[in-house]
């Protein structure tokens, strides 16, 4: 089964530029997760997407936004991009599932990243 | 925030020697897993311990869970110099929809020395 792929992997922007970064999960998995990671901040969640419906978000501003589509590969942009975006940008699959209470395990799989530079 | 808080930040070790990292959690949890990453790549699921587990073993990993005092550790025995890596735990609990919302913690990072 192929894991979970991030297109592109490296990315140089300047300030006040919009990236689109890409996020293909791992075929059968509805959930997609996005976190950002810096030395800083540690790794810091963003938002996820299930069955292409926004089902959780972190406290980011509005300039990072997301979306999924129907084939549950999902997207993440940032517009107006400030020197303190770059990071490693990861995202992790998952099957999303829900209920079944405190059975419920739902493992996610990480994607190698995406390195977004701002210069 | 930070749900997780990794004790300590870094550890160096001598190859074969064990090596234990400590995760303390603030809020109830339905189950901690702990990950690994590699420098600059993608985490890597290692283990999942539910909240009513006290222990559980996978290899050369040995994880623990304290719920009276939120604090899970990771052992990992008879360390090898590709054990270096940045290890996280991760609290899992579930939200008003039953499914789970995951937090990882600020990492802990370990070299270990041939």
């Known amino acids: 089964k192929a894991g979970v792929t991030q297109t592109p992997r490296y990315l140089i922007k300047t300030r006040g530029q919009q990236v689109t970064l890409s996020c293909s999960p791992i075929?059968?998995?509805?959930?997609v997760s996005w976190y950002q990671q810096t030395p800083g901040q540690g790794l810091q969640f963003l938002f996820e997407?299930?069955?292409?419906?926004?089902?959780n978000k972190g406290n980011f501003p509005g300039r990072f936004s997301g979306r999924q589509f129907s084939n549950s590969r999902s997207e993440m942009n940032v517009s107006t991009l400030e020197l303190g975006d770059s990071a490693l940008y990861l995202c992790?699959?998952?099957?999303?599932?829900?209920?079944?209470?405190?059975?419920?395990?739902?493992?996610?799989?990480f994607g190698p990243g995406t390195r977004l530079t701002v210069l | 925030s930070q749900q997780g808080e990794e004790d300590p930040q870094a550890l160096s070790i001598q190859e074969g020697e064990n090596a234990t990292m400590n995760c303390s959690y603030k809020?109830?949890?339905?189950?901690l897993q702990w990950y690994r990453q590699n420098s600059g790549r993608g985490l890597v699921h290692l283990i999942l311990?539910?909240?009513?587990?006290r222990e559980k073993h996978s290899g050369r990993l040995r994880v623990t869970l304290d719920t009276s005092k939120k604090s899970s550790s990771l052992l990992i025995t008879a360390s090898r110099a590709a054990d270096t890596a940045s290890y996280f735990c991760?609290?899992?609990?579930?939200?008003?929809?039953?499914?789970?919302?995951?937090?990882f913690g600020t990492g802990t990072k370990l070299q270990v020395i041939p």
């Open positions: 991760a609290t899992a609990d579930l939200n008003s929809g039953g499914y789970q919302k995951v937090t």
């Open positions: 809020t109830s949890i339905n189950n």
């Open positions: 311990i539910r909240s009513n587990e």
């Open positions: 997407y299930f069955s292409e419906t926004q089902r």
């Open positions: 075929s059968g998995h509805r959930s």
């Open positions: 992790a699959s998952s099957k999303g599932l829900a209920g079944g209470g405190f059975f419920l395990t739902d493992t996610q799989y």
